[in-house]
């Protein structure tokens, strides 16, 4: 299988090591920004999309956000499926137009939201169905200097509103998984902000209402808690259950578990998240979570 990667940072390397688990024999080719730039091991350096083989099986989109639109335009030449990384898009412009070039050329897509394989949210896709959920409370906060080990955040991405940084896109998982799990809101309420004193332009919390016909969604993000949090607490009529994706379990209020995975890692989202990806390359049907449905998720994320 060919492969053609584009943008080669730490996310990238993670799929990559989900691809070699699953794939053999595998070619893998890198489109890099800067040249000359260092050596992966198993990976073929390219600097033009010109100079990629023929019969690409299928490309990874993993260069920062605020270059997706124009890189997803100079994929669609190669009739090939592609597995975007979230989110999406950075803005909305342009996006219908470049929709209907992806399906007028009938490219598949697929968008990356690996927490919809988490075993929790799994659990909860499967467990909520015939239960009336009355309010969910979602909460993550981390801390963004501690994300990426040995490199100066400040200098990320994710610091820098212009290049599609803020904690609203950097952790859209959330707003997916409720997507996912309790469908389209009637309408969505947000505020974000810039609150705390990291050195960064971008927005550092975000707090989001997803609003239903008898039921109610709040989602707080942030990226200046020192010490990681990520739970979902979801009230029915006669209980309620918290899901700690971290702890990977789900307990009722009387300490019951009623899930728990100890053996979870988190690499194994991204491994399952490939299978499901390569499996449907040579189905008639597109992906779940395809640029049309992702974007009805980024319109939520940027209200």
Known sequence: MKVLIIGLG????????????????????????IKPSNEMEGVHNLYSLSDAPANIDFIMICNPTVNHYET?????PFKCPLFIEKP???????????????EKNNIKSYVAFSLRFHPVIKFLKIAIKGKTPIEASVYCGSYLPDWRPNTDYTKSYS??????????????????????????????????LK?????????????????????????????????????????FK????????????????????????????????????LQYFINHIE?????????????????????
């Open 88 to 102: 999406v898009l950075k803005s909305l412009e342009g996006s219908n137009v470049l929709l209907a070039s992806l």
């Open 159 to 192: 610091a820098s509103e212009s290049r599609g940084g803020g904690v609203h896109l950097d952790v859209i998982h959330e707003l997916d998984y409720v997507y996912w799990l309790f469908g389209k809101p009637d309408n969505v309420n947000s505020v974000k």
């Open 10 to 33: 730490s996310i990238a390397k993670k799929h990559i090591v989900a691809l070699r688990k699953l794939v053999s024999p595998l070619e893998l080719y890198a489109l890099r920004s």
């Open 238 to 273: 006669d209980e309620i259950w918290t899901a700690n994706l971290l702890k990977c379990e789900v307990t009722n209020e009387q300490g019951e578990v009623l899930f728990s995975n100890p053996d979870y890692n988190v690499l194994d989202t991204y491994e399952n998240q």
């Open 72 to 76: 997803i335009k100079e994929c669609i």
């Open 283 to 303: 189905s008639k049907n597109d992906y779940e979570n395809n640029v049309a449905e992702s974007l009805n998720v980024l319109t939520y994320c940027l209200k």
């Open 195 to 235: 609150i705390s004193d990291l050195q960064i332009t971008s927005k550092d919390y975000a707090n989001y209402t997803f609003i239903y016909e008898r039921f109610v969604a709040n989602i707080s993000l942030n990226y200046f808690r020192k010490k990681p949090k990520r739970i979902i607490e979801i009230v």
